[in-house]
């Protein structure tokens, strides 16, 4: 009899805990190939003259891959890494191993849903079924109070029904045991220079920011332990130094952290040592995070609310802007602004009271069309999440679905946060 193997296709869910897809196909398979894609996509520019991967993410996602073959080899087998589009490289390995069917986490921004939909295209030719799970939120779908159509466009609604009607399901465990699809070569591990960077232009050593799964598992257990900054009460701060930040997204966005692992040590920890401002906001922000993706799942392109907005997509006047140029570079002559964009390009992290006032200014003060500041946080972001990413700033563009709402952005209380830190930097100048 023919056994059944699965092809088990990795993309933004880099671990082996809580991971429904793996569990499922390791359940009904004899054996299973991991793989990763190494997409030239990811690593080309834009129309914006910026990358669409910038080399502190790919510093990241290295690591991250690196991380997750090698808790692979520990379990006696390995993750097949090829270098090209999975489009183009699928139908070979389904006839070379003799895949039955191909699992994977299914996407909701368009350049990644439209990949989804290629390989699914491709495997139905091939009478080969593409499996879709979604593992990258806090809530699943199907768990939601109300279908994917009916989702509230206004986050307060959202969270309001979600949080009293709807349960976080625990985790899946991490296998221990893995039947692997006997192979030879596995593939060669890509170097910065193999995906297309200069070999001089490597990021700078960041400890706080090492890829994989138990490095984002570390950092989340040093987060909870008892007398980290996290039980601090928070204080009334200068706008540069204001807000928490538990610095979880990076992990969160490559999947090297599930979010319901998040909320469930919070949670255990809040039993611990009770509730607090910090605990709230890091369970908020795996809020805004199922928001946005539930949003581009919902509306697609038609969340943003701009007329022409494909149009002005492919269209970048702004490019050689002086004023846009001076934002990129942390040179506008703002300290509060230059302080974010200078550390934004060094060590490709900000938290989010700097996006914010950062994506303020260039939109609302300079007045630059926002997709150039949102594809610009492509480029540099550590933690860049499609989804994320382009629904803050339509946000604080005012072009997001629910844009209008005080609980979604305040745009006057930033601008009023700007205008102080602006004129407290003049006064110390």
Not at 39 to 58: L, S
Not at 216 to 234: A, M, R
Not at 386 to 413: E, I, T
Request: some cysteine; overall charge negative; aromatic content about 12%.
């Amino acid at each position: 009899m023919k056994s059944k193997r699965i092809l088990v296709w990795f993309r933004n869910d880099l671990r082996l805990h809580d991971n429904e897809m793996l569990v499922e196909a390791i359940a009904k398979s004899d054996s299973i190939l991991p793989v990763y894609f190494f997409d030239p996509h990811y690593f080309q520019p834009t129309k914006f003259e910026t990358a669409r991967t910038g080399v502190n993410r790919a510093k990241f996602l290295l690591e991250s891959v690196a991380a997750l073959r090698l808790a692979f080899q520990k379990l006696g087998g390995d993750i097949l890494l090829v270098m090209g589009s999975p489009e183009e490289s699928m139908a070979k390995l389904v006839e070379d191993f003799e895949i039955s069917e191909v699992y994977h986490h299914r996407e909701v921004a368009p350049e990644e849903t439209l990949i989804s939909t290629k390989v699914e295209d491709l495997l139905w030719k091939l009478k080969i079924n593409l499996k879709h799970f979604i593992g990258h939120t806090l809530y699943n779908k199907e768990d939601l109070p109300f279908p994917i159509k009916d989702i509230p466009d206004v986050f307060a609604q959202f969270k309001k029904k979600t949080e009293r009607d709807a349960i976080v399901k625990s985790c899946f465990l991490s296998p221990e045991e893995i039947v692997f699809v006997e192979n030879e070569e596995w593939g060669a591990f890509p170097s910065m220079e193999d995906l297309g960077f200069d070999p001089i232009d490597h990021p700078i050593s960041d400890q706080s920011f090492s890829g994989g799964e138990d490095a984002g598992l570390q950092h989340l257990k040093e987060l909870l332990k008892e007398g980290s900054d996290i039980y601090l009460k928070p204080i009334k701060q200068s706008p540069e130094k204001q807000g928490f930040s538990s610095r979880l997204s990076g992990w969160l966005s490559l999947g090297c952290l599930s979010p319901r692992k998040v909320y469930w040590l919070v949670k255990e920890a809040e039993n611990v040592f009770g509730g607090n401002a910090n605990f709230n906001q890091i369970l908020l922000g795996l809020l805004w995070r199922d928001y946005f993706r539930f949003m581009f799942k919902k509306h697609g392109i038609e969340f943003f609310q701009e007329p022409d907005f494909e149009k002005e997509l492919f269209f970048v006047p702004d490019n050689e802007n002086p004023a846009l140029q001076k934002w990129k570079a942390g040179n506008t002559g703002h300290a509060v602004i230059d302080k974010y964009m200078q550390e934004l390009n060094e060590h490709g992290f900000i938290p989010h009271i700097g996006r914010l006032l950062v994506a303020t200014f260039l939109v609302h003060i300079l007045k630059v069309h926002w997709t150039n500041g949102a594809v610009y946080f492509e480029d540099k972001l550590i933690d860049y999440a499609p989804a994320s990413n382009w629904g803050n700033w339509a946000n604080v563009a005012g072009v997001g679905k629910d844009a209008k709402s005080k609980n979604a952005f305040d745009l006057d209380k930033q601008i009023k946060i700007l205008e102080t830190a602006v004129s407290d930097a003049t006064s110390m100048a």
